[in-house]
């Protein structure tokens, strides 16, 4: 059965920075292009970075390219997402799943960024 977990999440001041993690199981992770998406309060499901199975294709979103960073580690089934920056528009609950099908999940993470 696979399982995705978020971590990381937190209040954070704008400006500031927060790493995300996203442990998987059930699955072959090393196999699987991952994503995260992400919803702000009141708004629909928002893409914004994917990385491929072997970690040589990314690609971000016009929102958060060149502040946030996605990596993963195969020998640890876990997929990361650095954010840097941070304003509050980027305030969500933030979710891991695989890419392209997207028929797994996680529970979420919150993320507020406010001062």
């Known amino acids: 059965q696979a399982q995705l977990v978020e971590s990381g999440g937190g209040l954070v001041h704008p400006g500031g920075s927060l790493r995300l993690s996203c442990a998987a199981s059930?699955?072959?992770?090393?196999?699987?292009?991952m994503s995260w998406v992400r919803q702000a309060p009141g708004k629909g499901l928002e893409w914004i970075s994917l990385?491929?199975?072997?970690?040589?294709?990314?690609r971000y979103a016009d929102s958060v390219k060149g502040r946030f960073t996605i990596s993963r580690d195969n020998a640890k089934n876990t997929l990361y997402l650095q954010m840097d920056s941070l304003k509050p528009e980027d305030t969500a609950t933030y979710y891991c799943?695989?890419?392209?099908?997207?028929?797994?999940w996680g529970q979420g993470t919150q993320v507020t960024v406010s001062s």
């Open positions: 799943a695989n890419a392209p099908r997207y028929d797994y």
């Open positions: 059930g699955f072959s992770f090393s196999s699987s292009s």
């Open positions: 990385i491929m199975a072997g970690g040589g294709t990314i």
